[in-house]
T-cell receptor, first 110, second 114 residues
Framework: DAKTTQPTSMDCAEGRAANLPCNHSTISGNEYVYWYRQIHSQGPQYIIHGLKNNETNEMASLIITEDRKSSTLILPHATLRDTAVYYCIVRGNSGYALNFGKGTSLLVTP | EAQVTQNPRYLITVTGKKLTVTCSQNMNHEYMSWYRQDPGLGLRQIYYSMNVEVTDKGDVPEGYKVSRKEKRNFPLILESPSPNQTSLYFC?????????????FGQGTRLTVV
């Protein structure tokens, strides 16, 4: 699975959009981009995933660049409960383990 | 409610005393796995199972055993725990291992071996 690069930490004001970037320049054609988050020491929580097209669900939007070398997770109206570590993971069909890396620590402030 | 349930949530034990951490999922998932999480090292896979009676080693399997006798259960066994196995453990399950399948995680088991 391709490696990902994320900023170590980010801040966001409550009610504003949080835009979390991820670079995955070595991604191959059949690999998906996944986002998970981990609130404090709870179990990682699935957020969203995509292959080529932008995706949206009730939690977030995922914007993938046309060359697929980077993506952005958007939390449209961040709340204090969105404070967590966010992991961008690239996964193909033969991947058994999820490579979580270090993720981005997002702090949402009042 | 679809969920992965681990027990216990917290455990303190002594070196060498065998223990089992249970994991159960109610989603009829084929694939299950165990991870441990340590500061500075992130989440690392210990063992995984593709289906009943099929298990394989992950990245850090030493000192652990698993079994998959039923589809819903995937216990993690520490035959002789040591202090370096003090960690936060997570069980996960997913429908399959294809690239388009999300994983569901349990709430974690915090194990301390003294």
């Amino acid at each position: 699975d391709a490696k990902t690069t994320q900023p170590t930490s980010m801040d966001c004001a409550e009610g504003r959009a949080a835009n979390l970037p991820c670079n995955h320049s070595t991604i191959s054609g059949n690999e998906y981009v996944y986002w998970y988050r981990q609130i404090h020491s709870q179990g990682p929580q699935y957020i969203i995933h995509g292959l080529k097209n932008n995706e949206t669900n009730e939690m977030a939007s995922l914007i993938i660049t046309e060359d697929r070398k980077s993506s952005t997770l958007i939390l449209p109206h961040a709340t204090l409960r969105d404070t967590a570590v966010y992991y961008c993971i690239v996964r193909g069909n033969s991947g058994y383990a999820l490579n979580f890396g270090k993720g981005t620590s997002l702090l949402v402030t009042p | 409610e679809a969920q992965v349930t681990q027990n216990p949530r917290y455990l303190i034990t002594v070196t060498g005393k065998k223990l089992t951490v249970t994991c159960s999922q109610n989603m009829n998932h084929e694939y299950m796995s165990w991870y441990r999480q340590d500061p500075g090292l992130g989440l690392r896979q210990i063992y995984y199972s593709m289906n009943v009676e099929v298990t394989d080693k992950g990245d850090v399997p030493e000192g652990y055993k698993v079994s998959r006798k039923e589809k819903r259960n995937f216990p993690l066994i520490l035959e002789s725990p040591s202090p370096n196995q003090t960690s936060l453990y997570f069980c996960a399950s997913s429908l399959s291992t294809t690239g388009s399948t999300e994983a569901f995680f349990g709430q974690g088991t915090r194990l301390t071996v003294v």
